[in-house]
């Protein structure tokens, strides 16, 4: 079977998945594309032969279409994920899931009803072989119990609309999500504290962050987030256990040498960073619609939790950098907890 999937959001990453599932991962057409830029949706739509639709409504219960892609902006996100899940439809929701936790909460309840999963967020480090490798060595116990986890996520520059806000809700995101589940533990706090400010910066930007993390079995994360480091799209992260570590590996590289240096290149941007772990992310999602079984990435419980933390975030670094508890539901049954 090829799995016909929809498009709603034919922007940057849209038309880069878009691209992803004619060109590289089989078994997936792209039928149907929306965007609220009609014209964008008709010259994105006719580059694959797909329809052009004027509405997320009229994608999502398409006869065309068999699975619904959302990459529209995330305050859009709840009401497709909501309107796929009434039409029965698997739907891949890039992150964040949604922008506040009643509307996860919503997406959860939907899902819930529904009685099995549907949903996908786009949590894309889960299908990146270093940190899959890492998640091995922590599960295998070889570094004894982890204590605590050093991450570093630096951009090159961003751009005036980028605000001290999308420090935690567009970029920490990504560690929140793969630290959750790279260590299976929660997150129960968030301290946000801010170091002198790069001159770098656009003014009112609170650039580079100091994040704290605490999880429920007491491992503690600080993570650097530092969105105009100039030099180059950098992520690291290390685990530290009772009987030693295990770090990220940077990627692959070749060491050059000249005029009395030697080095390598720094890549420049998460789309390259990232590539392989974005294909087998859908990959692996398209395998899971083609069998009809539920996904196994990211769930919608993750993309609730993932909110909630970015809002304790967000609310530490507006008290100047109080410690705040993450107010998080307990996880249901239907998500592998005990609630
Ligand atoms: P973008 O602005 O380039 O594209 C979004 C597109 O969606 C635009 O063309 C816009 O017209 C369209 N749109 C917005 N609301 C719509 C609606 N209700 N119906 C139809 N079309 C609508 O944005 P982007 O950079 O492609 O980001 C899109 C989403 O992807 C965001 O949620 C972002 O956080 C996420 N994203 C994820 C990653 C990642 O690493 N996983 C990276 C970048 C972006
Ligand atoms: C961007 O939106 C992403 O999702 C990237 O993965 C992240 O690294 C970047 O910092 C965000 O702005």
Redesign the pocket.
Known sequence: MTVRVGV???????QDHIRRLTEVVTGATVTAV????AA?AAEVAAHVGASALP??PDLINSPEVDAVLV????P??A??VLNAIAAGKPVFC???LATTAVDCLRIVDAERAHGRRLVQV???RRFDAGYRQMKEVIASGSLGTPLIVHCAHRNPTVPDSYTSHMAAQ?TSV?EIDVLRWLLDDEIVSAQVLTPRATSKRFEHLKDPQIMLFETASGIRIDLEVFVNCQYGYDIQCETVGEEGLVRLPDPAAVGVRSAGRHGAAVLQD?KSR?TDAFDTEFREWITSVEDGSEPTGPSAWDGYAATVITDAAVKSLDSDGTVVAVDMKPRPAFYGGTA
């Open positions: 709603i959001g034919a922007g940057m990453i849209g929306t965007d609220l830029d964008r509405a997320g990459t529209s902006w995330g859009t996100h009401e497709h890039e992150k964040p786009g949590f894309m567009d990504h998460w990232f």
